[in-house]
């Protein structure tokens, strides 16, 4: 499906509250969801622009008009004020609840009092391998690890997650597969890793590394100990 990135122009008036989807009519919505069929769409709101609307979609943030016609991708700014209001739409929406998380079905390294972050990895994503070399030089930082294979990009990640499961030290066995290119021997115990990726779908985690602090962000960029500290304040 083709987008187009959103222009807002400094005239745009905003008239509208985002993110309140009982503004919008039953009928719109209805015309937009069978318009964009073929997306999987969670919720539809009002946006600050009168005639544009919100739909949520997994992890991420389209707008539309009131016919579905017309996808638009970008991030919507409020110019007076500076601030990025799709980001900090985005940062709602995707925020977690830290007691949600089965925290017996995570891999857990650092030490206890540490930062708390959680994190959904898959021992063959390349950008995970870069996160745990960047974790292995930072300090203060407890680690829930949550075995996420992605099996359709990496068709092995699945039995290797098992194993590194079933291995006496987890962690080690996680760095010795993900930073080592070690193989450990066919995981044969009972795994969390089925409940991980349906958990993955429920909290909308769509791919890896996905990492949420303490109080339920999700990282989106920037310094990650600077973010921690500040989602476990």
């Not at 509250?17 to 709101?45: E, F, H, W, Y």
């Not at 699945?158 to 993900?178: F, G, L, N, P, T």
């Not at 769509?206 to 109080?215: K, L």
Request: glycine content about 6%.
């Amino acid at each position: 499906m083709k987008s187009i990135l959103l222009i807002l122009a400094l005239s745009i008036p905003f008239t509208a509250c985002a993110g309140n989807s009982g503004d919008v009519s039953p009928s719109i919505k209805q015309t937009i969801k069978k318009t964009l069929r073929d997306l999987p769409i969670k919720a539809i709101n009002t946006t600050p622009i009168a005639g544009l609307y919100e739909v949520q979609s997994g992890d991420k943030i389209y707008y539309t008009d009131d016919t579905g016609k017309y996808l638009v991708t970008g991030h919507m700014f409020d110019t007076a004020n500076k601030k990025d209001l799709t980001a900090a739409r985005l940062a709602k929406i995707n925020r977690i609840n830290w007691k949600d998380l089965p925290l017996e079905d995570a891999i857990v390294s650092g030490p206890e009092d540490g930062l708390k972050m959680a994190v959904f990895t898959d021992p063959e994503c390349p950008y995970c391998k870069r996160l745990e070399k960047q974790l292995k030089n930072e300090t203060g930082i407890r680690v829930y690890t949550f075995l996420f294979p992605l099996v359709q990009l990496h068709p092995q990640a699945y039995e290797k997650s098992k194993s590194i499961w079933c291995a006496k030290d987890q962690h080690q066995a996680m760095i010795d597969v993900m930073l080592n290119g070690k193989a450990l021997p066919k995981g044969t115990c009972q795994t969390p890793v089925d409940r991980n990726m349906k958990l993955a779908a429920k909290l909308n985690v769509m791919g890896t590394p996905t990492m949420f602090a303490a109080d339920g962000s999700k990282y989106a960029g920037g310094d990650l100990k600077a973010w921690l500290k500040k989602g476990n304040q």
